[in-house]
C-alpha cells in the first residue's frame, strides 16, 4: 500500500526535515496507525500550539492532493516506507519523511555511491582533480552525489554525465526551482544519463539559507564515502564532512597544492584531524574494493531490501530517537477527538534550522557579488538602485543576492532592500 500521504500529512503537521516526526513514529507501526491515532484522539501527544492546530487543520485529503498535485506537475514524491526510498536514507539520525525528486532515483539504490564537496569559487587545480577524478570513478560505475553548486559540484556532476552515467543533485531548494542559473543548462544532461534531483522541500520552495544545513545532511548521507576536493576552514563543505564522519562514512581530501593558501585551509585541517588523503580514484577504489566494509554495506543493504520486500515489511518502527529533556513530548492516552479539519491544501510548514554558510565563505565571492557588498558598505539600498550603480538586470542581480543571502554576507530587508548582514 503506498503511505505517501500519510508521510506527507505527518509532514504537514510536524514539518519538513523535523524530528518530531520520528518521535511521535516511535509510538506507532506505520505512517497509516500514526495519522488514525493521532485524529482519532486514541494517543495524543504532547504537542506545540502551533502543531496542534496544524493537526486539527489537516485533512488527509489535503495531504493526498498535494500528492498528486506535485506528481501531476513532473515531479515525483516518496515516503519513508516507499521501496524506492534510499537505503542509505534510513540509517540517519533525523531522515526525510518525504522526498520529491526528478529524475531516475533507483540509481541510488544498492550502488557504489559517492558524495563529493568543495568551493563554488575553485582553482583550476581542484577543478582538474574533481574533473579527472569523478570521470575515472563514473567510468567504474560510481553514483557520484553533490548539492549542484557552481564550482566543484557541477564540475563531478558533469564528469559522470559526461561517461554518460547517472549522477544525484541534492538540492536545497524544490527540485522544480531554477537554481543557481548558471547550472540549469546542465539539467536536461543530467536527467538524460539517467541522474536524478532530490529534495525534501516541496516544490517551488526558494534556496533560503536555513535550507542548506538540513540538505546536508542528505548530502552525506547518500554516499557511502565523501571526498573534500577543496574548501576553507568557513566552507560549508566542512558541516557536509562533519555529518558523513558522525554518520560513519570515511571521509577522504585531496591533498592541498599549496599548505599556505588560505583556499584549502579546510583540506589541511580535516587532514589534520584525522581524514584519509586521496591522489586519484585508486584511494576510493580501494575503499570500496569487494570484501571491504562499504562492499559489505552495499550488499546487506540490497539483501535487508529484498527481504523487506519479501516479507511486506515498510516499518519496523525506530527506537533510537530520543526526546530532548527541554520539550514535550509523549504520551497520555486520551479519548477527546480533535475539531474536523478542513478541507484545504495547507503548504507544507518547514522546519525551524540555524542559518549556516553554504558552499563558500566571503573570501569566495565572485567579481559581482564583490561589487555588490562594496556598494552596499555605506548602508542598505534598494534593488533597483544597486541594479543602476552595476548596470546589471534585475533579473542577475536577484540571482547573485540569493547567493550572497545563503552564504550570509547580506541580508534581505522589506520594500526590497538590501543590507550587509553584520
Same mark, same amino acid.
Given at each position: 500500500m503506498d503511505e505517501t500521504k500519510y508521510w506527507m500529512w505527518l509532514s504537514m503537521v510536524f514539518g519538513t526535515g523535523s524530528r518530531r516526526i520520528w518521535e511521535a513514529m516511535c509510538l506507532f507501526t506505520s505512517a497509516q496507525e500514526a495519522f488514525e491515532m493521532l485524529t482519532d484522539g486514541s494517543v495524543v501527544l504532547k504537542l506545540t500550539e502551533n502543531e496542534w492546530e496544524r493537526l486539527r487543520s489537516t485533512p488527509l485529503s489535503a495531504a493526498a492532493k498535494f500528492v498528486e498535485k506535485c506528481r501531476n506537475d513532473g515531479v515525483e514524491v516518496i515516503g519513508y516506507s516507499d521501496k524506492l526510498y534510499p537505503s542509505q536514507l534510513r540509517h540517519l539520525f533525523n531522515p526525510p519523511a518525504i522526498l520529491y525528486y526528478k529524475g531516475n532515483i533507483s540509481c541510488l539504490t544498492g550502488t557504489k555511491t559517492i558524495t563529493t564537496v568543495g568551493t563554488r569559487s575553485a582553482s583550476d587545480y581542484g577543478m582538474r582533480a574533481a574533473e579527472t577524478i569523478c570521470s575515472e570513478l563514473a567510468a567504474k560505475n560510481f553514483v557520484i552525489v553533490s548539492g549542484f553548486a557552481v564550482g566543484i559540484d557541477i564540475a563531478t556532476h558533469m564528469a559522470a554525465a559526461g561517461r554518460k552515467r547517472p549522477t544525484a543533485c541534492v538540492m536545497g531548494c524544490g527540485v522544480d526551482v531554477d537554481y543557481p542559473k548558471p547550472n540549469q543548462q546542465f539539467r536536461e544532461k543530467i536527467l538524460q544519463c539517467g541522474g536524478v534531483f532530490i529534495s525534501e522541500f516541496p516544490p517551488g520552495t526558494q534556496p533560503h539559507p536555513q535550507n542548506f544545513p538540513s540538505r546536508n545532511r542528505i548530502l552525506a548521507g547518500l554516499g557511502r564515502a565523501a571526498l573534500v576536493f577543496e574548501a576553507s576552514v568557513?566552507?560549508?563543505?566542512?558541516?557536509?564532512?562533519?555529518? =558523513?564522519?558522525?554518520?560513519?562514512?570515511?571521509?577522504?581530501?585531496?591533498?592541498?597544492?599549496?599548505?599556505?593558501?588560505?583556499?584549502?585551509?579546510?583540506?589541511?585541517?580535516?587532514?589534520?584531524?584525522?581524514?584519509?588523503?586521496?591522489?586519484?580514484?585508486?584511494?576510493?577504489?580501494?575503499?570500496?574494493?569487494?570484501?571491504?566494509?562499504?562492499?559489505?554495506?552495499?550488499?546487506?543493504?540490497?539483501? =535487508?531490501?529484498?527481504?523487506?520486500?519479501? =516479507?511486506?515489511?515498510?516499518? =519496523?518502527?525506530?527506537?533510537?530517537?530520543?526526546?530532548?529533556?527541554?520539550?514535550?513530548?509523549?504520551?497520555?492516552?486520551?479519548?477527546?477527538?480533535?475539531?474536523?479539519?478542513?478541507?484545504e491544501i495547507p503548504s507544507v510548514p518547514e522546519e525551524n534550522t540555524a542559518a549556516d554558510a553554504d558552499d563558500t565563505d566571503n573570501d569566495e565571492l565572485t567579481d559581482i557579488q564583490r561589487r555588490i557588498v562594496t556598494e552596499l558598505r555605506d548602508g542598505s539600498l534598494h534593488a533597483d538602485e544597486i541594479c543602476r550603480r552595476l548596470d546589471i538586470d534585475s533579473a542577475e542581480l536577484m540571482t547573485e543576492l540569493t547567493e550572497l543571502e545563503i552564504v550570509g554576507a547580506v541580508r534581505s530587508l522589506p520594500g526590497k532592500m538590501y543590507e550587509l548582514y553584520r
Open positions: 568557513k566552507s560549508g563543505s566542512l558541516i557536509t564532512a562533519r555529518l =558523513a564522519c558522525e554518520q560513519g562514512r570515511d571521509v577522504l581530501v585531496l591533498p592541498p597544492p599549496d599548505i599556505f593558501s588560505s583556499r584549502y585551509s579546510g583540506n589541511i585541517q580535516l587532514l589534520r584531524d584525522g581524514a584519509e588523503p586521496f591522489y586519484g580514484a585508486e584511494e576510493i577504489l580501494e575503499l570500496y574494493k569487494l570484501g571491504s566494509p562499504v562492499e559489505e554495506e552495499i550488499r546487506d543493504s540490497i539483501e =535487508a531490501e529484498y527481504t523487506c520486500r519479501e =516479507a511486506g515489511i515498510v516499518w =519496523a518502527g525506530r527506537t533510537d530517537i530520543e526526546a530532548d529533556e527541554n520539550e514535550e513530548l509523549p504520551v497520555k492516552k486520551t479519548r477527546k477527538r480533535p475539531k474536523k479539519a478542513k478541507e
